[in-house]
C-alpha cells in the first residue's frame, strides 16, 4: 500500500494502482471519458487531468501511478477549465441529438455535457465523420457520435484478441477502422459486442436496440447466460416483457465482457418457433390412435430445399403422453440392448440443478455412464 494525499485528504492505495484508482476507491469522484477499469490506460482524452504538487502542467490521473507522498488536487479551477474545453471540443464534432439518440441516459458524454452545462460547443460545429453501418446483424457503427476514445480498440485487443479494429488516419479525419474499410464480417470480428459494452456514446448500438426504447424504459435483470458452463453474469433489459439487448455487468466470471452467443443470442426466448409443448411424429401419434388421420406419405426434406414445419410432420400432445411414451420406448432399449445402448446428452440451456438430475436419471435409473453435455458440467 502507499499513502498519498488526494484533495487534502489521507488515501492509501494498492500496489499498482493509479491516482485515479485511489481516488475513486477514496470515493473521489475525477471525470473520465477513456478510461475503462478493464482496459491499459490511454491517456487520450485528457478529461481525468489533476494537479500534482512538483509538477508543472496538469496530467491525466488515469495513467499516473500512485506513488507515496504525492500530494494531488482534482478540481479546481484551472482543472475545470481544461475540461470544459476538453468537452467543447468534443461537442463540437458530435451530433448531439440526445432527444432521440439510444444512448441518451446512458451516454457518458451526454452526462458530463450536462454537469458542465454545455448544450453546444462554442467552437464551429462540423462532423468530421458520418453514419457507416456495414452489413451485420449484431451491431450499428455511427462514426458521427464516435469520440475517439479507443475503448473499443482495445477492447478487442486486449480482451477479445480479435484486433479487428484500429484508429486509421489522423486528426480531424481519424476514425475507427476496419483493415483496408472492409465490412466488419471480412475482418477478424466474432460479433462479441465487447465493443458495444464499452463505447460511452451511440457510436455502437446493438441493432437490436434500435427504436426499442429509451433507457428509462428499460427493464434491467441480473441473471446467468444460459448458453455454456462458463456461468457468465449477464443483465437483461427489458420492455415490456420483450428482450431489448443483453449486457455484461461485472459479475465474477466474466466481469463486463460476453461472448457473441451470450450478447446477441437471446432471441429464442420470445421466438414464434420456440418450443413450448411436447410434440411427438404423426405417424406415431396416428398409430397409437392419437391423431385420426395418416400422415401424408412422402415427408421429409423437399429436393427443393424446403423443410416441413414442425406442424406438418409433429403433433402437440400433453407432458403425461409424452412423457409415458419416452419412459415406454426407453424402458424397451435397456430390456432389448442393455443399458449401455442409451447415451443421455444434457444441455447447457438447462440449469445445473436440472442437468444434474438428468445425470442421476441417466446414472441411477437407466444404469449406464453414457451421459455427457456441451457444458462438461
Ligand atoms: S451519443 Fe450521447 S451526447 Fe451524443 S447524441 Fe447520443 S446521448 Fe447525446
Ligand atoms: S464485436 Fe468483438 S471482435 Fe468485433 S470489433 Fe467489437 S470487440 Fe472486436
Ligand atoms: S466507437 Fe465508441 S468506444 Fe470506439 S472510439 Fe468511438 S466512442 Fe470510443
Ligand atoms: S480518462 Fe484519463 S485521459 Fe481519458
Known amino acids: ?21 485511489a481516488a475513486l476507491a477514496a470515493g473521489i469522484e475525477i471525470p473520465r471519458l477513456c478510461h475503462h477499469p478493464e482496459l491499459t490506460a490511454w491517456g487520450g482524452c485528457r478529461l481525468c487531468l489533476v494537479e500534482v504538487e512538483g509538477q508543472q502542467a496538469p496530467v491525466p490521473s488515469c495513467g499516473l501511478a500512485a506513488a507515496a507522498g504525492m500530494v494531488v488536487i482534482t478540481h479546481s479551477e484551472q482543472l475545470e477549465a481544461h475540461r470544459r474545453e476538453v468537452l467543447d471540443l468534443l461537442l463540437s464534432d458530435h451530433p448531439l441529438n440526445c432527444v432521440i439518440c439510444e444512448k441518451a441516459g446512458a451516454c457518458d458524454l451526454q452526462r458530463y455535457a450536462y454537469e458542465f452545462g454545455l448544450s453546444e460547443s462554442s467552437h464551429e460545429k462540423e462532423i468530421a465523420r458520418k453514419l457507416y453501418q ?14 475517439l476514445c479507443t475503448r473499443c480498440v482495445r477492447v478487442c485487443e486486449e480482451i477479445v484478441g480479435a484486433s479487428a479494429i484500429e484508429v486509421a488516419q489522423r486528426g480531424f479525419e481519424a476514425f475507427v477502422a476496419t483493415p483496408f474499410d472492409a465490412p466488419l464480417v471480412e475482418t477478424p470480428c466474432t460479433f462479441c459486442g465487447n465493443c458495444v459494452q464499452v463505447c460511452p456514446t451511440a457510436a455502437l448500438v446493438p441493432v437490436d436496440r434500435i427504436g426499442k426504447g429509451r433507457e428509462w424504459d428499460l427493464t434491467r435483470t441480473r441473471t446467468v447466460c444460459p448458453y455454456c458452463g ?4 449477464i443483465e437483461v433489459a427489458t420492455r415490456g416483457g420483450e428482450i431489448v439487448s443483453v ?4 459479475a ?39 391423431i385420426d388421420t395418416p400422415p401424408p406419405a412422402a415427408l421429409g426434406r423437399s429436393p427443393l430445399g424446403r423443410s416441413p414445419a ?9 407432458w403425461e403422453i409424452a412423457l409415458d411414451l419416452v419412459a415406454d420406448r426407453l424402458a424397451a432399449v435397456v430390456k432389448e440392448s442393455g443399458p449401455d445402448a442409451f447415451a443421455g446428452i444434457g444441455s447447457a440451456l438447462c440449469t445445473n440443478e436440472d442437468n444434474y438430475i438428468f445425470q442421476k436419471l441417466v446414472r441411477g435409473v437407466i444404469g449406464t455412464n453414457n451421459v455427457d453435455l456441451c457444458a462438461r458440467v
Open 247 to 250: 449486457s455484461g455487468y461485472g
Open 134 to 147: 456495414d452489413e451485420n446483424a449484431f451491431l450499428v457503427r455511427d462514426h458521427q457520435y464516435c469520440i
Open 1 to 21: 500500500m502507499v499513502a498519498l494525499t488526494i484533495d487534502g485528504r489521507k488515501v492509501e492505495a494498492g500496489a499498482g494502482s493509479t491516482v485515479l484508482d
Open 310 to 318: 414442425a406442424g406438418e410432420t409433429h403433433v402437440e400432445v400433453d
Open 252 to 290: 465474477p466470471a466474466n466481469g463486463e465482457f460476453l461472448c457473441t452467443k451470450g450478447r446477441f443470442g437471446l432471441g429464442f426466448v420470445g421466438h414464434p418457433d420456440r418450443l413450448r409443448r411436447p410434440l411427438i411424429r404423426r405417424d406415431l401419434a396416428y398409430s397409437l390412435g392419437l
Open 230 to 233: 462458463t456461468g457468465c453474469g
